[in-house]
């Protein structure tokens, strides 16, 4: 057996010191995430940053650095997703725009807002994408590197 984990790509988004998620349906309940999901083939991983915020907020989202590349084992579904998370710039938002099949609604969140709601995280990689944000963690976009 081979074993793979599921890429996945967030992007965490702070503007007037509040943070934007998602609230969704999961199997263990309404849930509070990044606007994130699963990298589909032919994207580039900042391109799927920028798919997945627009699904699922309704806003365009520019990816200017990575924030981080994160391993985290779901032991619920036995499941391993490695998460490369992007900060950059929030751009033109589209009220109109239904939201991905999940999604409740797009919500701002000051961090306190954020560590008390802890048990309804998707994943402790809620809390720990926002931590590394506000710790000034930045690395340049360059260093993903896409081959075709």
Same mark, same amino acid.
């Given at each position: ?6 890429? @996945?790509?967030?992007? %965490? ?8 998620? %998602?609230?969704?349906? @999961?199997? /263990? +309940?309404?849930?509070?995430? /990044? !606007? ?16 997945? %915020?627009?699904?699922?907020? $309704?806003?365009?989202?520019?990816? /200017? ?5 994160? *391993?985290?084992?779901? !032991?619920? &579904?036995?499941? @391993?997703?490695?998460?490369? $998370?992007? +900060? ?6 589209? !009220? ?5 099949? +999940? ?12 560590? $008390?709601? /802890?048990?309804?995280?998707? &994943? ?13 963690? *930045?690395? !340049? ?8």
């Amino acid at each position: 057996m081979i074993w793979k984990p599921n890429a @996945t790509v967030a992007a %965490v988004i702070e503007r007037d010191g509040k943070f934007l998620l %998602v609230e969704e349906e @999961t199997s /263990q +309940g309404v849930r509070f995430n /990044q !606007p994130a999901g699963h990298w589909e083939p032919k994207e580039t991983l900042a391109a799927a940053a920028t798919r997945e %915020v627009l699904e699922e907020s $309704a806003y365009d989202f520019e990816p /200017q650095y990575l924030l981080g590349i994160y *391993r985290w084992h779901a !032991p619920e &579904s036995d499941t @391993t997703y490695l998460r490369f $998370a992007f +900060g950059g710039k929030l751009l033109t938002h589209h !009220p109109e725009r239904p939201l991905d099949e +999940g999604i409740l609604r797009a919500v701002w969140l000051t961090t306190d807002e954020i560590r $008390a709601n /802890q048990a309804l995280h998707r &994943s402790p990689l809620v809390l720990r994408c926002i931590e590394d944000y506000l710790a000034g963690k *930045r690395y !340049p976009l360059d260093m993903l590197v896409h081959y075709d």
